[in-house]
């Protein structure tokens, strides 16, 4: 199975941060990345598919890049509605694996 | 609007059966390919199981293979997931969700509410 590390776990920002969550495959999934949002007691939202391509819907101020087999989702201006846990997950290979979170804070 | 909506969940003994369903409203369902995705409470995600718009494609989990089926029924708009033989460790609230394209995997991108299954005695 092809294994997932997001880092970091934890990260505690203010509202108007740029803060950046990276997701590290443990090999090579081409662009076969998503990002989704969780909030407490709801389901997961996908943010970003194929890596770097925007959900419809969601704002502007989500992005993806990859590089190789590092993935990175970057938020450039918190909102407090961005206080969540982010979820990483791979789609080139069965089992569809996730990352294990990152769960962002309000500092 | 696209609905995915769960029901079946529920507290059920270890080394029995359940079967949940996922019906689906909003978009033409025998299009896309679904998934069965889980959540242990207060724990990360777990993909479990997809089937494609025919049913001539499936795939499971390991951790469920053998003890899991999954399903659906295009006249019916609707998913299912027949669980035996169940254990502890299943227990987790359990999402129905919709690949984004009709062809390829590239994301999930409606998922129903989900629902609760508790294994215990």
């Known amino acids: 199975d092809i294994q997932l590390t997001q880092s970091p776990s934890f990260l505690s920002a203010s509202v108007g941060d740029r803060v950046t969550i990276t997701c590290r495959a443990s090999?090579?999934?081409?662009?076969?990345l998503a990002w989704y949002q969780q909030k407490p007691g709801k389901a997961p939202e996908l943010l970003i598919y194929?890596?770097?391509t925007l959900q419809s819907g969601v704002p502007s101020r989500f992005s993806g890049s990859e590089s190789g087999t590092e993935f990175t989702l970057t938020i450039s201006s918190l909102q407090p509605e961005d206080f969540a846990t982010y979820y990483c997950?791979?789609?080139?290979?069965?089992?569809?694996?996730f990352g294990q979170g990152t769960r962002l804070e309000i500092k | 609007e696209v609905q995915l909506v769960e029901s079946g969940g529920g507290l059920v003994q270890p080394g029995r059966s359940l079967r949940l369903s996922c019906a689906a409203s909003?978009?033409?369902?025998?299009?896309?390919?679904m998934h069965w995705v889980r959540q242990a409470p207060g724990k990360g995600l777990e993909w479990v199981s997809c089937?494609?718009?025919?049913?001539?494609?499936?795939v499971y989990a390991d951790s469920v293979k053998g003890r899991f089926t999954i399903s659906r029924d295009n006249a019916r708009n609707s998913l299912y997931l027949q669980m035996s033989s169940l254990k502890a460790e299943d227990t987790a609230f359990y999402y129905c969700?919709?690949?984004?394209?009709?062809?390829?995997?590239?994301?999930?991108?409606?998922w129903g509410q989900g629902i609760l299954v508790t294994v215990s005695s």
């Open positions: 969700t919709k690949d984004i394209g009709v062809s390829g995997h590239r994301g999930f991108d409606y």
């Open positions: 194929a890596a770097s």
């Open positions: 089937i494609n718009w025919n049913s001539g494609h499936i």
């Open positions: 997950q791979q789609l080139n290979n069965y089992p569809f694996t």
């Open positions: 909003g978009f033409t369902f025998d299009d896309y390919t």
């Open positions: 090999q090579g999934i081409s662009s076969y």
